[in-house]
């Protein structure tokens, strides 16, 4: 699994082998075009909510509690669970690239995400060949 999802910030160049390109985050990357961002899809249900969003504010000595606080939620919101299977479902087809703004690339919702997609990821049945 690991090896199908790849981090990327949005403001690098989309390439040929981004595979599926997901925008993870809630609130449109500043400077981006739409044309630009080559996007497959746009996941704003999949991103931290607005309140944690603003108390995290992307500082990183608040990232553990932020970390535990988003996967509370990718556990418990509905939306967020829906939207974990659909990724779970497209990584297990093809690559993809899961697409944030933050400058951090350590302390983000992105990051955060891939381990909860890879700890879902092991819970899953063998693939049939």
Known sequence: ???NVVLKRIYEPASKEDGKRILVDRIWPRGISKDKAQL???MKEIAPS???RKE???KPERFEEFKGRYIKELQED????AAI???LHMID???VTILFGAKDE???QAVVLKEVLGHEAKKLPPKKM
């Not at 509905?78 to 669970?81: R, V, Y």
């Open 78 to 81: 509905e939306e967020k669970k």
């Open 1 to 3: 699994m690991s090896e």
């Open 106 to 108: 350590v302390h983000n």
């Open 56 to 58: 995290f504010n992307h």
């Open 40 to 42: 497959d899809l746009w």
């Open 93 to 95: 087809e093809e690559k």
């Open 50 to 52: 607005t309140e944690l």
């Open 85 to 87: 299977k659909e990724l």
